[in-house]
């Protein structure tokens, strides 16, 4: 079974709004990662975050990690339609550092 | 400098064939992994290696072996075809196990008929 489940499966905006994208896991974690993938190509790692860390930043993306509700969320601000993309989250657990286990992903549609 | 290379891009199989796709990359990476993807189901991680002679079960490693003589290769073996592994099979490899960075292979396409 997959350890992360995302929330919503699908979200359409305009250019310019914020896009946020939510992920659960159900065990304790070493790291949750986020990853896009354009339709018919490889996954692309966007940010990583720790455990111990409660939020991270990098370029329009900011993403949260909450541990005790064991939930992550993804923002990309003033999005554009190049971010026209699937997203997902995957987890390494804290017992096992050797699989990182990814949800079933969101799919984002940017409108021009 | 290519990243992870995935051969062969498509494939088709006849039910009980056997195939081999192949995972190299040139970063000397010590930990690789083989996902299949189907629609609406995400990445399922099928095997892992943390370094050369290592491998371990992912989610769904049945109807799959792979081997890890060298720390460049990473080859999936699929011993006797089936429908059911019609997917999308994506290799990918970090540095170390996967608190780094993970690289993506472009994907291999597979048809089982």
């Known amino acids: 079974s997959q350890q992360g489940e995302e929330d919503p499966q699908a979200l359409s905006i305009q250019e310019g709004e914020n896009a946020t994208m939510n992920c659960s896991y159900k065990?304790?974690?070493?790291?949750l990662q986020w990853y896009r993938q354009n339709s018919g190509r490889g996954l692309v790692h966007l940010i990583l975050?720790?455990?111990?860390?409660r939020e991270k930043h990098s370029g329009r993306l900011r993403v949260t990690l909450d541990t005790s509700k064991k939930s992550s969320s993804l923002l990309i601000t003033a999005s554009r339609a190049a971010d026209t993309a699937s997203y997902f989250c995957?987890?390494?657990?804290?017992?096992?550092?050797?699989?990182?286990?990814f949800g079933q992903g969101t799919t984002l549609q940017v409108k021009p | 400098n290519a990243g992870v290379t995935q051969t062969p891009k498509f494939q088709v199989l006849k039910t009980g064939q056997s195939m081999t796709l192949q995972c190299a990359q040139d970063?000397?990476?010590?930990?690789m992994s083989w996902y299949r993807q189907d629609p609406g189901m995400g990445l399922r991680l099928i095997h892992y290696s943390v370094g050369a002679g290592i491998t371990d079960q992912g989610e769904v490693p049945n109807g799959y072996n792979v081997s890890r003589s060298t720390t460049e290769d990473f080859p999936l073996r699929l011993l006797s075809a089936a429908p059911s592994q019609t997917s999308v099979y994506f290799c990918a490899s970090s540095r170390r196990a996967p608190g780094d960075t993970i690289y993506f292979g472009e994907g291999s396409w597979l048809t089982v008929v």
């Open positions: 995957a987890t390494v657990g804290s017992g096992n550092t050797g699989k990182l286990i």
């Open positions: 065990t304790s974690i070493n790291n």
């Open positions: 970063m000397n990476h010590e930990y």
């Open positions: 975050i720790r455990s111990n860390e």
